[in-house]
């Protein structure tokens, strides 16, 4: 029996035991999260699954199936999560020989700070909906492993608490609320508490219709107000962020649909730190962001959480990259599952990826140690592919070490 066997199983004996019992109504409240935590006793040792891709289907056997819908969802088709992924495929990276790679050096230069990886922890919503530890069990993994990591807006945890658990500041996140005083008031808090970076996220816009969590969630016998009791449908509301400002007048709690780039300039005002601009997919959008004063950009489309463009995030990189002219770095986001893609992304002309979804499936099995052993994985792997193409360091990487096949005309490779 397989691992995702064995925990699927637990959880069917132990919720069918426990809705067998008396009050089986208040119980039922209760019995999804004791089945999950009695499966993540029957699960192997985080250190020994193979693969980023194996913590998914770990993480589909814990989690109530609305709370796997969540992290799964697209939109439409999910076409474009999918694609994120798949359309690493349409690149070849080029083997080469006679190079000293006694020494693997995998780390970066990012706005002035040392990494020893490339990848960093993305901005993941909510993350308690997954595991206890919540955000502050990413921070811990980061911190054990020297890793970036970037804050939700509408993380479960506060930011004094990640900042605590990560033992060092971390990037902060932003959703531009349409209340202006709400979203200078958060830059304010993000700022006093140390954050170097805010990151601006401009693609979140409402109206997206997500089908694979709506079927989750009729799916799932479980009455909602158990876990949350408030707000339901206002992660603004919710979230530690926002807690003590008054929300009165926020209509459009995510990204105002008026944003502009009059509103870019407004935000650039007060950020004394660095701001990067997160969800940039064109050419133009990121010149304009570098006319503009943003520090960085980051490609991003949300996972494909918010659009059906099935336009996946390493193709619209190289477009993002010229536009940059190398005057500030360019970060990738969306798809990444294997060290390779680490590579191809480097490649193309990302100085750093991050990695949402993985983080996440990781989490919700194993907490702390789930995510530390992603980022071993993705780290090991790396270095393997380094070695092979003849890249001792990040710094060696270049277009030259990936190739586009017949399919793959959409990758510029000069």
Known sequence: MSAHERVSATRRRLTKSLLALPVAGVVAAHADSLASEAARQDLPDPQEVLSVADFEALARAVLPPAHFGYLATGVDDDRTVSWNHEAFSLLEIRASRFVDVSRIDSGIRLLGAHWSSPVYLSAVSGERAFHPQAEAGVARAAASRSALMMLSSFASSSLEEVISARGAPVWQQLYPTDDWAVTASVVDRAQRAGCPVIAVTVDNLWGRFNETLQRAVRADSRVCTGCHPDNLHDPLRKAPLYRGLDLSRVQESSMPSAISWEFFDRLRAIVSVKLLVKGVVTGEDAAECLRRGADGVIVSNHGGRNEETLRSTIECLPEV??????????????????????????????????????????LAPYGQAGVEAVLDILARELRMIMRQAGTPTTSSITRAHVVARASGARFPMH
């Open 321 to 362: 990259v010229n536009a940059c002219r190398g005057k500030i770095p360019v970060l990738l986001d969306g798809g990444i599952r294997r060290g390779t893609d680490v590579f191809k992304a480097l490649a193309l002309g990302a100085t750093a990826v991050g990695i949402g979804r993985p983080q996440a499936w990781a």
